[in-house]
């Protein structure tokens, strides 16, 4: 299922790859007639099919248009046009990052019961709703208990620490970046690390297989690093103050990020490299998955 509505260029590329896969069932989320129409004639035209859930906002308000008499006619009108079939209803709640599990569970059946609602209108009138998919990472244990719901969280085996803080979710370690040393100066004060520089300005680094991350204190505009800016500078472009290491070239490391929160959520973060132990245990489950599969072996 493509989980967002196809424009553009867009549409043609999705027909492609319904082409391309012609034993693969194939189904997008839409939210505006428009372009259930547009992608109706390009299906059509290429001589292909596909299932179109109708997005429902439940609460997100980003994307889908919320339940009641406008989405029932535009669904209905889905029904009629050719091309594509009635895949049923498509509702994230990724908005619900309530911690309490029983307020979150009741936020849940707050968000879904105009969905469910929905879809009973649309049974009434005879037209198909095949399934109802649903649920964000936070909330995909509260709708698999309910056989009606499709669950499809976006997170499902590397999550940031925001959902760490979950206690029923049981997750155990944060999103990696797996990033290598591409250049050791002599005097081993500084190490750049590829793909750190995409990240977003607001991202700390927590946690290496390679080495340990020593965490600087916090510090925001109003307060003076203890590095002085120009290695706050260097951190946002890739380049990472050592101490105490010896990072080798290629040394590959999955690199342990999240978004500041709370009271330092103004703040960067500042991190020193220092060597690990050779014989160190990598007990993370998921950073070992991670080196098995990017080890020179699996190159």
């Given amino acids: 299922m493509l989980a967002y ?4 260029p867009n549409v043609q590329r999705f027909v492609e790859l319904t082409r391309a896969f012609p034993a693969t069932r194939f189904s997008v989320i839409a939210d505006d007639v428009s372009v259930m129409r547009t992608l109706s004639a390009a299906l059509t035209a290429a001589g292909a099919t596909a299932e179109v859930l109708l997005d429902v906002d439940c609460g997100m308000h980003r994307t889908g248009i919320a339940a009641g008499t406008q989405a ?25 990052n309530l911690i309490d599990i029983t307020a979150r569970t009741a936020q849940c059946a707050q968000d879904m019961a105009p969905v469910r609602q929905l879809r009973g209108d ?34 499902t085996v590397l999550s940031d620490t925001g959902t760490a803080q979950f206690p029923d979710l ?18 081993i004060s500084s190490v750049w690390i ?24 916090p510090f925001s505009k109003r307060r003076t690093p203890r590095l002085g800016n120009a290695a706050r500078s260097q ?30 959520a103004r703040h960067n973060h500042l991190a020193y490299l ?25 190159n």
């Avoid at 300005?201 to 340990?212: F, G, H, N, V």
Wanted: with cysteine.
């Fill in 122 to 155: 649309l049974q009434a009138a005879g037209l198909p709703v095949p399934r109802l998919v649903s649920s964000g990472t936070r909330t995909f244990p509260i709708h698999a208990a309910n056989s009606d719901v499709e669950c499809s969280p976006g997170t």
């Fill in 274 to 298: 220092r060597a690990r132990p050779q014989n160190h245990h990598l007990t993370n489950k998921a950073t070992t998955w991670f080196m098995k599969r990017c080890s020179p072996a699996n």
């Fill in 170 to 187: 049981n997750f155990q370690h944060a999103a990696l970046v797996f990033t290598r040393v591409i250049s050791n100066r002599e005097t």
């Fill in 235 to 264: 951190l946002q472009s890739g380049r990472l103050p050592v101490r105490h290491s010896t990072p080798h070239l290629p040394d590959r490391c999955a690199v342990h990020v999240c978004r500041d929160r709370g009271k330092s």
């Fill in 72 to 96: 029932f006619a535009i669904y209905k009108e889905l029904a009629t046009l050719p091309g594509i079939t009635p895949g049923g209803l498509h509702a994230y709640d990724g908005h619900n």
């Fill in 194 to 217: 590829w793909d750190i520089k995409p990240l977003p300005r607001k991202t700390r680094i927590r946690a290496s297989p390679c080495w340990d991350l020593k965490m600087h204190k």
């Fill in 5 to 8: 509505q196809p424009v553009g």
